[in-house]
């Protein structure tokens, strides 16, 4: 039997014009960050009735040509029009583009921490490896390196990462801290966000960070300024060695954003390590974005292309997953899923584990 073409989803020309957009992506990128950065989108937004080209190009401080090329790019884009009189205005989304945190967060981590690095997604692909990581320093994965990379990186980095997991961590802390746990492992903890929100949360929980060493400096340090450092204990470990063991005696091990850093085995037998050190009704507790469950499409296609982020610069190996697949590995890791809770924040879901079995 011959199969059936797919029905078209848009008409021919409107196929042809998307193609385009593809082909010229990075214009559109650069040109974007420019006119953002050099402060053209709010010198026009300053105006209510809008400014001249020479306007404009005053000032901001930049010749004639540069600002009119930039101009003529964004009314393409569509972040600029153009009145009877010449004069420039925005659009709503040179709005977004200026004034929605995400977008800012994510144009920024773009930009900075995988625009050269991307360019190199053919080898990634190919080998397995974070080929792209090559324009920063000579490290296996980009978290060995992650306390050296440059200022403005490191910001852009940290400020992607915060933004999404500052909008799901005050949903998910009662969820997690429900059963009152006294001692709380925080596997791949970062710069101790989560650790600090849970000892405010409650007085008396004490917690243990496990991470690389670099980060667990960045940890020590603000969790010190919090005034918080005679409740946390630090362990300084790699989890990529099977080795590595994780200790027992916590009520709750937590994740967060964690294992999306890792390949699929990867994620398999760090679980089944977690699992091992379950205690009686410990339970392990898991924040990730499941591009699969995301109620809306942009933020399906923006955990999408941050997959390639990971086979380009993070390890070449792993993604932001679908839930499916996730979910496999918790199984194979001989866990089970007690309770899911999907729309945490703007993007999460918060997976409750135990033991297979566990009454």
Request: glycine share 8%; proline share 4%; with cysteine.
């Amino acid at each position: 039997m011959t199969p059936r073409p797919n029905k078209p989803s848009v008409s021919a020309l409107e196929a042809l014009e998307r193609a385009q957009w593809i082909a010229f992506a990075p214009f559109v990128f650069q040109a974007s960050c420019v006119l953002r950065d050099r402060g053209v989108l709010s010198a026009i937004e300053s105006s209510p009735e809008g400014l001249t080209l020479e306007q404009i190009a005053e000032q901001v401080s930049l010749p004639h040509y540069g600002v009119r090329v930039l101009l003529e790019a964004g009314l393409g884009i569509g972040l600029v029009t153009e009145d009877d009189e010449r004069r420039y205005h925005l659009t709503n989304t040179a709005h977004y583009l200026q004034h929605d945190g995400m977008t800012r967060a994510n144009m920024d981590f773009t930009r900075d921490v995988n625009y050269a690095g991307i360019a190199h997604l053919d080898q990634a692909i190919a080998t397995g490896k974070p080929a792209g990581l090559q324009v920063f320093g000579e490290w296996p994965t980009i978290y060995a390196g992650l306390a050296k990379l440059p200022e403005q990186v490191q910001g852009s980095w940290f400020g992607f990462d915060h933004f999404y997991s500052d909008s799901a961590f005050p949903v998910a802390l009662p969820l997690v801290l429900k059963s009152k746990p006294r001692r709380l492992l925080d596997i791949g903890g970062n710069t101790g966000k989560w650790a600090i929100a849970c000892m405010q949360h409650d007085p008396e929980i004490e917690v243990t960070i496990m991470d690389l060493p670099g980060q667990l400096d960045v940890a020590k340090a603000n969790i010190a300024a919090a005034g918080l450092s005679d409740r946390v204990r630090f362990l300084a470990v790699d989890l990529l060695d099977e080795q590595a063991k994780i200790p027992g005696g916590f009520d709750v091990i937590w994740m967060s954003q964690f294992l999306d850093c890792f390949s699929e085995a990867e994620i398999v037998t760090i679980l089944r390590r977690c699992a091992a050190a379950l205690e009686g009704d410990a339970r392990i507790f898991i924040l990730e974005t499941f591009w699969d469950r995301q109620r809306f499409a942009a933020a399906k296609f923006c955990l999408q292309m941050t997959s390639l982020y990971f086979t380009a610069l993070a390890n070449g190996n792993s993604q932001l997953y679908r839930a499916d697949v996730f979910l496999e590995c918790v199984r194979q890791a001989e866990l089970e899923v007690d309770a899911e809770h999907d729309g945490i924040g703007l993007a999460h879901t918060l997976l409750s584990c135990r033991r297979q079995g566990a009454s």
